[in-house]
């Protein structure tokens, strides 16, 4: 199945995208649908590292029966523009859990796009995203949390922070609440800022050289998103990637 109509910056969902790098590799393929069953748990590892000229586009459908979970986690580095969207609907009692990063630089585009849809009582979910762009990059988190009229006791966090090392590059954070029951807890909050300078000055008062500082700081804001990821082999490989994609930026 292959989506037909090219995206327009009318879609919210694509305003910040490079719709014209897309139309060059348009149509793309439709979105892996997954099922959790009832009481299951996945854990899902994403790493988009597509060549530098290349546009990759990764659609996910995410479908929490009762009491099932989900954790994805997502780590956004490659290709001229670069897409993770998921799209999420959460039966009663299940947990969607999202660990994402975005490491840009030149004239990328890299974006996360989710949209949860907590269709029934006492789901919940979690988003933690952290950017670092530098030279003329684009980075964007868009993420939408819909919570249903009968959708009662439901809990769901967002947490979207940028870090811009130039001051061409461009971050746009838009955590996006659409509540309709009464009995909820939903919390979001999004900062953009730059590396800080009393931390910067105290680690080179220490005689840390100014780059070997900038890359310490960076791999404390990125690497802490990836804790959560049970398999050691896999923790230690996606941090590996996410260092070097901080070194070639910086």
Same mark, same amino acid.
């Given at each position: 199945m292959?989506?037909?109509?090219?995206?327009?910056r009318r879609?919210?969902?694509w305003r910040?995208?490079?719709?014209?790098a897309l139309a060059?590799?348009w149509?793309?393929?439709?979105?892996?649908v997954?099922?959790v069953?009832?009481?299951?748990?996945?854990?899902?590892?994403i790493?988009?590292?597509?060549?530098?000229?290349?546009?990759?586009?990764?659609?996910?459908?995410?479908?929490l029966e009762?009491?099932?979970?989900?954790?994805?986690?997502?780590?956004?580095?490659?290709?001229?523009?670069?897409?993770?969207?998921?799209?999420?609907t959460?039966?009663?009692?299940?947990?969607?859990?999202?660990?994402?990063a975005i490491?840009?630089?030149?004239d990328?585009?890299?974006?996360?796009?989710t949209?949860?849809?907590?269709?029934?009582?006492?789901a919940?979910?979690?988003?933690?995203?952290?950017?670092?762009?530098?030279?003329?990059?684009?980075?964007s988190?868009l993420?939408?949390?819909?919570v249903?009229?009968?959708a009662?006791? /439901?809990?769901? $966090?967002?947490?979207?922070?940028?870090?811009?090392?130039t001051?061409? +590059?461009? #971050?746009? &954070?838009?955590p *996006?609440?659409?509540?309709?029951?009464?009995?909820?807890?939903?919390?979001h909050g999004?900062?953009?800022?730059e590396l800080?300078?009393n931390a910067?000055?105290?680690?080179?008062?220490?005689?840390?050289?100014?780059?070997?500082?900038?890359?310490?700081l960076?791999?404390?804001?990125?690497?802490? /998103?990836?804790? $959560?990821?049970?398999?050691?082999?896999?923790?230690?490989?996606?941090? +590996?990637? #996410?260092? &070097?994609a901080? *070194?070639r930026?910086?």
């Amino acid at each position: 199945m292959t989506l037909l109509a090219l995206p327009t910056r009318r879609d919210e969902a694509w305003r910040y995208s490079d719709l014209d790098a897309l139309a060059g590799a348009w149509p793309v393929a439709g979105p892996e649908v997954i099922r959790v069953a009832a009481g299951e748990e996945i854990a899902r590892l994403i790493v988009q590292d597509a060549a530098a000229d290349a546009v990759a586009v990764n659609d996910f459908v995410v479908i929490l029966e009762r009491d099932a979970r989900a954790i994805f986690s997502v780590l956004n580095i490659g290709g001229k523009f670069g897409r993770v969207a998921i799209d999420v609907t959460c039966h009663e009692g299940s947990h969607f859990e999202l660990a994402g990063a975005i490491i840009g630089g030149g004239d990328q585009t890299l974006e996360i796009v989710t949209t949860l849809n907590h269709v029934e009582p006492n789901a919940t979910s979690n988003q933690v995203v952290r950017t670092v762009l530098g030279g003329k990059a684009t980075g964007s988190y868009l993420g939408k949390v819909a919570v249903a009229r009968d959708a009662q006791k /439901v809990d769901a $966090g967002q947490s979207v922070k940028a870090m811009l090392l130039t001051r061409t +590059a461009t #971050a746009n &954070a838009k955590p *996006e609440l659409e509540i309709f029951a009464d009995d909820v807890k939903c919390a979001h909050g999004a900062t953009v800022g730059e590396l800080d300078a009393n931390a910067l000055f105290y680690l080179q008062s220490r005689g840390i050289a100014p780059a070997d500082a900038k890359a310490m700081l960076l791999r404390a804001f990125i690497g802490s /998103v990836f804790d $959560g990821i049970k398999n050691d082999v896999q923790r230690d490989g996606v941090e +590996a990637v #996410a260092q &070097a994609a901080l *070194e070639r930026i910086l």
